[in-house]
């Protein structure tokens, strides 16, 4: 079945590690987004990429790195410059960025808490 | 920027009946897309229904429907004969056509009681 992995489902950092969040998609998608989710305040975009190679910040993009090798990854790495980095991470993929047909497909998210 | 509100952080109703959830958003595009997704305890984001701004009827999923009233920059999702699977966190989300990212409301959080 085709879809969306992000590993691990729990993540446990102290405070000043650089830590990678891992998304994979077999779904043949173009676009992938990396979001975060804080209680009471929603989704919000840290990062998406359009295309292998290129990448584009978000609305919340720092203390955050992205890298879009290859078409199937998008891993996230939370550097120790985000300021509060403990928060739920949702993964997600989509035939193409700008197209509305295109729905986004999400992965079951990771839950990042630094101590 | 665009912004998506959603007043009701929860909501509680009895199995069977019918529950609706407000989104109201600001905007000063005249094309673009909203969306209800669907977060149950599982996590995982889950499209409910969408509607496009230029159509004036209101999309229709089985129990599941929406009221857009684009003047009023209004768009609430409808749940008929509600169902414990319908148990979840709503999320309402606009996209400027063209655009490349999904604004989202705070969510609110349904219960439905047996």
């Known amino acids: 079945d085709g879809g969306i992995t992000q590993s691990p489902k729990y993540l446990f950092r102290k405070e ?4 990678t969040l891992s998304c994979e ?16 305040q929603g989704l919000r975009l840290i990062y998406y990429s359009q295309i292998v190679n290129d ?24 550097t120790s410059a985000q300021k509060n980095p403990t928060a739920f991470y949702l993964c997600a993929s989509s035939i193409s960025s700008s197209n509305y047909n295109s729905p986004l497909h999400f992965g079951n998210g990771t839950r990042l808490t630094v101590t | 920027a665009q912004t998506v509100t959603q007043s009701q952080p929860e ?5 069977a009946e019918t529950v609706t959830l407000s989104c109201t958003y600001d905007t000063s595009e005249n094309n673009y897309y909203l969306f209800w997704y669907k ?8 499209l409910v229904i969408r509607q496009e701004a230029y159509k004036q009827q209101n999309a229709t999923e089985n129990r599941f429907s929406v009221n857009f009233q684009k003047a009023a920059k209004s768009f609430s999702l409808k749940i008929s004969d509600s169902q414990l699977g319908d148990t979840a966190m709503y999320f309402c989300a606009f996209m400027k056509r063209g655009a490349q990212k999904l604004v989202f409301g705070q969510g609110t959080r349904l219960t439905i009681n047996p």
């Not at chain 1, 000043?16 to 830590?19: A, L, M, P, T």
């Not at chain 1, 998609?25 to 009471?40: E, I, S, T, V």
């Not at chain 1, 910040?57 to 891993?75: L, N, Q, T």
């Not at chain 2, 909501?11 to 199995?15: H, I, L």
């Open chain 1, 25 to 40: 998609q077999n779904l043949n998608h173009d676009a992938m987004y990396w979001y975060r989710q804080d209680p009471g």
């Open chain 1, 55 to 78: 990448f584009q910040k978000g609305d919340i993009a720092e203390g955050y790195s992205v890298s879009r090798e290859k078409k199937e990854s998008f891993p996230l790495t939370v």
């Open chain 1, 16 to 19: 000043g590690q650089n830590v």
């Open chain 2, 39 to 46: 977060q149950p305890p599982s996590r995982q984001m889950i």
């Open chain 2, 11 to 15: 909501m509680s109703v009895q199995e």
